[in-house]
């Protein structure tokens, strides 16, 4: 059956890959809400067939264009956030508006007009683990987040499942770990250590560059969302993750040395107040039920494609590029 799919968020870096990934993989149609916030580009849109893809900008936290735009699709999937940790430290109220109230604007939504509602979360909502520790995340871990965004991740999450239960809105819930691929805004890690070297800045590490991030590619979160939205169980929350874990100094260190620079050409700065230590997905429930597996299994050969992505789409992020690094520069990082 084909679908009518809005997709909140679209314009961003995960929203935009999931648009290309179901345009190119299903006869689907999409509606992209998105407020075009500092983090929303619409040239990651780029290239989308026009009989099927439409965009209206717009906040999601906007009951009456919510509302408007619900009643004429089958389907909601919804990344539209304010996602980043260090944005989140300096001025926690729009973390609070999108990820609190615009949650909760789209499940009255979904509820007056019975749709389909598929949620993104993060792997952030459960804390951290020690470095030593065996264990990873699942299904059963319990929330315990440490900064103001991955507490309304936290809080979205749990009015998600109230609304399921309270209210019989048909929602699943996907908590995913760190992505990396192109048209990542240029103040996460990763984008942000290519485009330093790229300009010919050192690299930035917080701390001693010790943290964990499971990586995944961010076609694999795409790949595997759309499988939830097929095949998932309503009520029924899924992990995502490539059992990809590395620590931050290895990711600076293969970044440096892919872009032809000295491994150790970079600086500590200040840490991160909070700073979760690691991440770690077992995504056992979501290959096992639903069989998903995901495609990228070599991390050095996608970095690397990520690099020269970056290198190649200059005019995508030098616009954001000083601006990011004057609001870290004042922060001493
Ligand atoms: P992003 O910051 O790149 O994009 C967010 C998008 O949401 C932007 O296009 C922005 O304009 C839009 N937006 C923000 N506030 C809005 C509002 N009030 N109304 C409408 N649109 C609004 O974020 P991302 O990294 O693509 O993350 C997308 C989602 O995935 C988020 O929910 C995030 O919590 C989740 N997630 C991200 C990661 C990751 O590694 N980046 C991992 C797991 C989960
Ligand atoms: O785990 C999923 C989460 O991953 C998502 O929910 C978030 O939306 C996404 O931003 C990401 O959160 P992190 O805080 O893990 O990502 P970030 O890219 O900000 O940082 C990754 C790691 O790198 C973290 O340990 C902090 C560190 N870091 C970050 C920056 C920007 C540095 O050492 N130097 C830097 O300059």
Redesign the pocket.
């Known amino acids: 059956m084909v679908r009518k799919l809005l997709v909140?968020?679209g314009?961003?870096?995960?929203?935009s890959n999931f648009v290309h990934h179901v345009l190119s993989h299903t006869d689907d149609h999409v509606t992209v809400?998105?407020?075009?916030?500092y983090?929303?580009n619409l040239a990651s849109l780029e290239g989308l067939p026009a009989d099927r893809f439409r965009f209206v900008r717009?906040?999601?936290?906007d009951a009456d264009l919510v509302d408007g735009l619900f009643a004429d699709v089958d389907a909601v999937v919804h990344?539209?956030?304010?996602?980043?940790n260090d944005n989140s430290l300096n001025d926690p109220r729009p973390f609070l508006?999108?990820n609190i109230i615009?949650t909760y604007t789209l499940l009255e939504a979904a509820r007056r007009h019975d749709r389909r509602l598929h949620h993104?979360?993060?792997?952030e909502v459960y804390g951290d683990l020690e470095l030593d520790d065996p264990a990873r995340f699942t299904e059963h871990t319990p929330y315990n987040p440490s900064s103001p965004y991955s507490s309304t991740?936290a809080g979205s999450d749990l009015l998600v499942r109230a609304w399921v239960r309270s209210f019989g809105v048909r929602a699943t819930i996907s908590n995913?770990?760190?992505?990396y691929g192109p048209y990542?805004?240029v103040e996460?890690f990763i984008p942000r250590q290519i485009t330093n070297v790229l300009q010919g800045i050192r690299p930035r590490l917080y701390g001693k560059g010790e943290n964990v991030r499971d990586w995944i590619h961010a076609d694999d979160h795409s790949s595997a969302v759309l499988t939830i939205l097929d095949r998932g169980v309503v009520g029924e929350t899924y992990l995502i993750g490539a059992d990809g874990e590395k620590d931050n100094r290895t990711v600076v260190e293969l970044i440096l040395t892919l872009l032809g620079q000295e491994p150790d050409a970079y600086d500590h700065v200040t840490d991160r107040a909070g700073h979760d230590l690691r991440y770690a997905i077992d995504s056992t429930k979501l290959r096992r039920e639903l069989g998903w597996t995901p495609q990228y299994q070599d991390f050095d050969a996608g970095l690397r494609a990520t690099i020269d992505w970056y290198r190649d789409h200059e005019s995508w992020w030098a616009p954001t590029k000083d601006g990011v690094e004057a609001f870290y520069a004042s922060k001493g990082q």
């Open positions: 909140t968020g314009a961003g870096f995960i929203g809400l998105d407020k075009l916030t983090a929303g717009g906040d999601i936290a990344y539209a956030a304010e996602s980043h508006d999108t615009g993104i979360s993060t792997d991740k995913c770990s760190n992505n990542q805004h996460k």
